[in-house]
């Protein structure tokens, strides 16, 4: 999955500089360690002169922390400290209580459940605390965790809990029909939990998780296994423009490393817990997705924050836990952005508790950035950075010393990571201000796709450069700028949806011989998809046809809302290729 930092809240979706504080030791003694080179670093590789490396450290060691024990690190500090809060609710959980719930619910996954080391178990939920703490636990348990977006309809559920091979499922009971009705195609499938704050009533094979987390607790003699830094810790799946969504295998040592990268002092956002002191952070960013999980909650916790999650988005609901909780900072979408900086009902005083705020899902432009900045009364610390589901996330990053000129870049690689831009046909080094294909490279590159080698070698290649597809350059300042965000995905209010999956989904109706998706600009939206349909000779298929006969089987946010065009021809290149910026300039005619 391509993105700037990209995001989207579940089930809907809107879419000064701070004192620098030191680093804990874990930090510090990973920065300053001696390399330890992934697999794809220890091959011989020739010297290039156009690589731009970290100015934060070029060598970072891949970590050997397993996740959980990285994030319990520092927790006994704040133990006692407010961890999470559901907006919506108003249910809370401190550090310890958190910690306690997790390791339960580990134990009793490990303690005789039918769950071998390395099975896969899958989260169907939007953003509640018991998300987190189901996630945690299964992997202290020694299992893989996916992330299933709720927005998705049972077609493409059943399909990623199938390709994973998924043995349990935790949601909630507003989804638990979508769940009943996948869970029976699943083999060998060992249950479902459901994520209530009080047990209730469940069918056979179906568990509470507050209930298996105080029997894990309770029960002795049950012994979790040992992860390694290289075993997978979580299966996200990340949308291609080259074919169906793809399992990404992100190892514990992978998330580890961007992990210290982002706590690196120039990087991370908010102060560390200490005494009285303590950052508090609102974000709608799910979970379920890359940047949600690994960005915005894993630093959260490493910073000892309190974090105010809200399962979806509405204007008066985030004016509201914006007033209830004064947040000292913000994840966000430039949508949500804009909202604070444009919408008459949001004030000076809403803001003014705000000190620091990270951006994604779309290009933030400086404009933008003074505009919310005006509303607030003052200088709010406004960063977008550029990662990938692939790099787990971060790659690139806007530190605390970024100028605001430079804002409206994606900033510089973070430690240990290098970027390169190539030439789209040659491949050759390109220097500052040319225009090619971003390739990244550092420890926190993913294993590879889940079964799909062929996918893993087009994207990361023999020197372990990972070949991103969207088109960048970098100024002399080495700040890099994406020109072509992404050349294929349709970016809907955050999400980020996949042609190649409309079109194949398209493709089933009788009479149609070619298609493909291209998205166009929305003022609401940002992008939505349209399709290029070419019917057969004599078939009769109109365009409510071919809307409503996808509807049903995407996502809402895949709909086709640009409706839909019928064409002779689809354009292509000699290779085959769709010709998508010429189907784009045809809307615009």
Not at 37 to 49: D, F, K, N, T
Not at 143 to 157: G, Q, S
Not at 210 to 236: F, H, K, N, S
Not at 478 to 496: A, C, M, N, P, S
Request: proline share 6%; with cysteine; net charge neutral.
């Amino acid at each position: 999955m391509r993105q700037v930092l990209s995001c989207a809240s579940a089930f809907r979706t809107l879419s000064r500089t701070a004192r620098l504080v030191k680093a804990p030791r874990a930090y510090a003694n990973a920065l300053s360690s001696s390399p330890v080179s992934s697999p794809h670093q220890q091959q011989q590789q020739p010297r290039r002169s156009k690589v731009v490396e970290s100015v934060y450290g070029k060598d970072l060691p891949l970590q050997r922390d397993t996740l959980i024990e990285h994030l319990r690190r520092d927790v006994c500090v704040w133990e006692d400290k407010k961890f999470v809060t559901c907006a919506a609710s108003g249910v809370s959980y401190t550090y310890a209580q958190a910690n306690r719930l997790t390791h339960g619910f580990a134990r009793a996954l490990a303690g005789g459940r039918g769950l071998a080391k390395g099975d896969v178990v899958a989260l169907v939920a939007p953003n509640i605390p018991e998300f987190v703490f189901a996630a945690h636990g299964a992997i202290e348990a020694g299992l893989t965790v996916t992330f299933v977006n709720p927005l998705y309809t049972p077609e493409e559920t059943a399909r990623q809990l199938k390709i994973c091979n998924a043995r349990l499922v935790a949601t909630i009971p507003e989804l638990l029909p979508l769940v009943r009705a996948v869970a029976q195609s699943i083999p060998q499938y060992k249950g479902t939990v459901l994520l209530d704050q009080q047990p209730s009533e469940q069918a056979a094979g179906e568990m509470s998780f507050q209930a298996l987390a105080a029997e894990g607790l309770a029960t002795e003699g049950i012994v979790l296994p040992r992860a390694d830094a290289e075993d997978i810790a979580i299966l996200p799946f990340s949308s291609g423009t080259t074919g169906m969504p793809k399992g990404v295998m992100l190892s514990h040592g992978q998330l580890v490393s961007n992990l210290v990268m982002n706590m690196h002092p120039e990087f991370r956002f908010a102060r560390h817990t200490k005494g009285d002191v303590q950052d508090t952070i609102l974000s709608v960013l799910p979970f379920f997705h890359i940047m949600g999980f690994n960005t915005v909650l894993h630093t959260t916790i490493l910073s000892g924050q309190h974090l105010i999650t809200l399962p979806k988005f509405t204007p008066e609901g985030y004016i509201g836990a914006l007033m209830r909780h004064q947040p000292t900072g913000l994840g966000a979408v430039p949508a949500i952005l804009q909202f604070l900086a444009m919408h008459p009902s949001v004030k000076p005083e809403h803001l003014q508790s705000i000190r620091y705020v990270i951006c994604g899902a779309a290009p933030l432009d400086v404009d933008l950035i003074m505009r919310f900045n005006d509303k607030a009364g003052r200088e709010v610390d406004v960063r977008q950075g550029y990662g990938m589901t692939e790099t787990a996330p971060v790659t690139l990053l806007c530190s605390r010393s970024t100028p605001i000129k430079r804002r409206g870049s994606v900033g510089q690689p973070l430690t240990g990571t290098r970027a390169r831009v190539v030439d789209l046909t040659t491949g050759e080094d390109l220097g500052p201000g040319e225009r090619g294909e971003l390739l990244v490279k550092g420890p926190q590159l993913m294993t590879g796709y889940y079964k799909n080698d062929e996918a893993t070698r087009e994207v990361l290649d023999d020197e372990g450069w990972l070949h991103t597809g969207d088109v960048a350059y970098y100024d002399e300042e080495q700040y890099f700028h994406i020109v072509d965000r992404t050349k294929e995905l349709i970016k809907v209010k955050g999400h980020q949806v996949s042609p190649t999956e409309l079109e194949s989904v398209i493709r089933q109706i009788s009479g149609i011989v070619d298609v493909a998706v291209v998205g166009v600009p929305n003022e609401r939206y940002g992008e939505v998809p349209i399709a290029f349909v070419v019917l057969h000779p004599g078939a009769q298929v109109s365009e409510e046809d071919v809307v409503s006969f996808v509807e049903p089987k995407v996502a809402p946010y895949k709909r086709l809302a640009g409706g839909v065009k019928f064409v002779e021809a689809i354009p292509r290149n000699a290779g085959g290729k769709v010709l998508r910026t010429q189907l784009k300039t045809m809307v615009s005619k």
